[in-house]
């Protein structure tokens, strides 16, 4: 199967700062890219879908504005958190693969705002 | 919330019982997902179920799928202490391009 990098796996920062996590798939050509958020022993919540080359496009109750996907190559897309505050707190995930197909995680990365 | 719900949230069993964790949800489906994680890790891919499909093995994993219930099982046999995880089922809701997680089963297996 595909791996998947993240990068950092995890970041403390100030309120008020931008953050920037970027998700690598290794091995696997991915026009398609996700990027799920999940709380303390919570499930996964999929925040928006990136697209290579194109918009992403971001679920009902995301700030796109907030969380800035960009998907400039196949194998690369960042997820960056604009004016963090301590409610962004969480875990990033992001996966290749087709929806209908077995999807690849990266490891995550835990962001702490202070 | 399209969200699936999962049961048991939590179980706890010695290494060698079986764990059967239930899975639910709402929207006709394309396939069902069962997926684990680690603490504080990401998501490793288990098995896939097809809709047209009943019941899948892999190994000490057993999946059943009745699409007319809406809900799905996963059993794991002669469990050990490694299995000791979060399992999430997801589903991709027919005319939806993106999985649906549940709200996922932790399982802690004790030596």
């Known amino acids: 199967g595909a791996v998947v990098s993240q990068h950092p796996s995890w970041v403390i920062c100030k309120s008020g700062t931008s953050v920037k996590i970027e998700c690598r798939s290794l091995d696997f050509q991915a026009t398609t890219m996700f990027w799920y958020r999940q709380f303390p022993k919570q499930s996964l919540m999929l925040m928006a879908t990136s697209n290579e080359g194109s918009k992403a496009t971001y679920e009902q109750g995301v700030e796109k504005d907030k969380f800035l996907i960009n998907h400039a190559s196949l194998t690369l897309s960042t997820l960056t958190v604009t004016s963090a505050h301590p409610e962004d707190s969480s875990f990033y995930i992001c996966?290749?693969?087709?929806?209908?197909?077995?999807?690849?995680f990266g490891p995550g990365t835990r962001l702490l705002v202070l | 919330s399209q969200q699936g719900e999962e049961d048991p949230q939590a179980l706890s069993i010695q290494e060698g019982e079986n764990a059967t964790m239930n899975c639910s949800y709402k929207?006709?489906?394309?396939?069902l997902q069962w997926y684990r994680q680690n603490s504080g890790r990401g998501l490793v891919h288990l098995i896939l179920?097809?809709?047209?499909?009943r019941e899948k093995h892999s190994g000490r994993l057993r999946v059943t799928l009745d699409t007319s219930k809406k809900s799905s099982s996963l059993l794991i046999t002669a469990s050990r202490a490694a299995d000791t995880a979060s399992y999430f089922c997801?589903?991709?809701?027919?005319?939806?391009?993106?999985?649906?997680f549940g709200t996922g089963t932790r399982l802690l297996v004790s030596p």
């Open positions: 179920i097809r809709s047209n499909e």
């Open positions: 929207t006709s489906i394309n396939n």
């Open positions: 997801a589903t991709d809701a027919q005319g939806f391009q993106k999985l649906v």
């Open positions: 996966s290749v693969g087709q929806v209908q197909e077995t999807q690849y």
